[in-house]
């Protein structure tokens, strides 16, 4: 026997699969908050110290018993297997997504015997095809409070090839789904097509808060085959709008309070670094925890900004601080833990900090190669000051 079942949490009222001589069997398990685990039962003792022992990759697990979101009705199987970890754990084997399965999404489960008989190897399962079933986690009635804070860069004006976004949200979001609720739209409101990189896992910070999206670097580098058949995303001179749409599910599963737009112009093409050099330092007073301030003479990008910079005074010591960008991450300002004290101190710049292009103050993002080789960096790395 295979079958599925919702169990705990008051799901659902009834378990199946209980009898150990039914063969294996999945289950739904309601953990602590929204967390659930998928657990298959029914194999021996034998066969489940085995696995334990073999320990085997994710990738074969994954072809022997793997969970999917149902994309539709008639979903042909295009999503991959969710990411989860496998843990062989008294008389189951549990398989723990990543992230919380969503209130309201549908799954299914995919159990393998040939590929479960070839990783126990006992001859224990009959091999046969693989067996399917479907469940939906029950939707719950969840206020919508979560927002898009921003997303950044924040100016009205960006260059033709930007390459990346940096979406902000009030709380923690489902991941998984980005491309599905993000669209770039030109001026008449249609969509940009593949404007973004899709494929691959998406890039959140660890809370969860926070997406990069990237443009797909191989349209806005010069020269790829994609820029060359497909065209940059960006055009000079026109106006777009990034979309965000408001049935994008945070990690509750609840739809965000309310979409967002950005409406912004495209400039040029950015193809030069960061210069320090040129950046202006505003110095505070001795003996206060006045700001220093820095006019960074272009954006650069908001989250590298964040933490790509500090202070150290003339002996090379790190000054305690608090750095943070500012003015559509044109400036910088650094608040000291300590008041100041008077002599000279510098800002010491990394040098993989990026503009919004994505050069870094080493080199270029999209060389011209054939013309001439990229030039070592020799642009300086620190920015001195005094406090007086």
């Known amino acids: 026997m295979f079958a599925v079942a919702l169990v705990g949490g008051g799901l659902v009222a009834r378990a199946v699969g209980d009898d150990r001589n039914a063969g294996p069997a999945v289950h739904v398990v309601d953990g602590a908050g929204s967390a659930r685990t998928v657990e298959l039962r029914g194999l021996s003792t034998a066969a489940l110290r085995h696995l334990a022992d073999r320990a085997p990759s994710t990738k074969e697990w994954q072809e022997a018993f793997a969970l999917f979101v149902v994309d539709s009705p008639g979903d042909d199987n295009r999503r991959p297997a969710v990411m989860a970890t496998y843990t062989v754990a008294g008389d189951r084997v549990a398989l723990t997504p990543r992230f919380p399965l969503t209130p309201g999404v549908s799954y299914r489960t995919r159990l393998s015997p040939a590929a479960l008989a070839g990783l126990i190897g006992n001859g224990e399962l009959a091999e046969g095809p693989a067996r399917e079933e479907r469940f939906t986690i029950p939707s719950l009635r969840l206020d919508r409070t979560t927002r898009v804070l921003g997303v950044y860069p924040t100016g009205g004006r960006v260059p033709a090839n930007l390459l990346r ?134 954006p650069l990008d908001h989250a590298l900004l964040g933490r790509m910079l500090s202070v150290a005074d003339e002996a090379g010591r790190t000054v305690a601080g608090h750095g943070v960008p500012g003015e559509g991450d044109s400036t910088w300002s650094f608040v000291p833990d300590a008041a100041w004290a008077p002599g000279m101190f510098a800002v010491h710049t990394d040098t993989t900090l990026e503009d919004l292009a994505g050069n870094n103050v080493a080199r270029v993002f999209d060389a011209d190669v054939r013309r001439h080789a990229p030039a070592p960096a020799t642009r300086p790395t620190r920015l001195a000051f005094r406090v007086r």
Do not use: C
């Not at 976004?165 to 709380?171: G, K, N, P, T």
């Not at 960006?234 to 994008?248: F, H, M, Q, V």
């Not at 670094?273 to 206060?288: C, E, L, Q, V």
């Open 165 to 298: 976004w940096y979406i902000e949200f009030s709380a923690p979001m489902e991941a998984g789904s980005a491309l599905e609720h993000v669209r770039l739209l030109d001026a008449s409101g249609r969509e940009v097509p593949q404007a973004f990189l899709a494929g691959g896992e998406e890039l959140w910070s660890p809370d969860r808060r926070r997406l990069t999206l990237l443009f797909d670097p191989g349209r806005v580098k010069r020269g790829i085959r994609t820029n060359l058949e497909s065209g940059a995303p960006l055009i000079e001179g026109r106006r777009y709008r990034l979309a965000i749409d408001a049935d994008w599910r945070d990690g509750r599963g609840a739809g965000l309070a309310s979409g967002f737009d950005h409406p912004f112009d495209v400039g040029p093409d950015d193809r030069t670094s960061p210069d320090p050099g040129r950046w202006i330092a505003a110095a505070p007073g001795a003996g206060t925890r006045d700001a220093l301030r820095i006019s960074l003479n272009e």
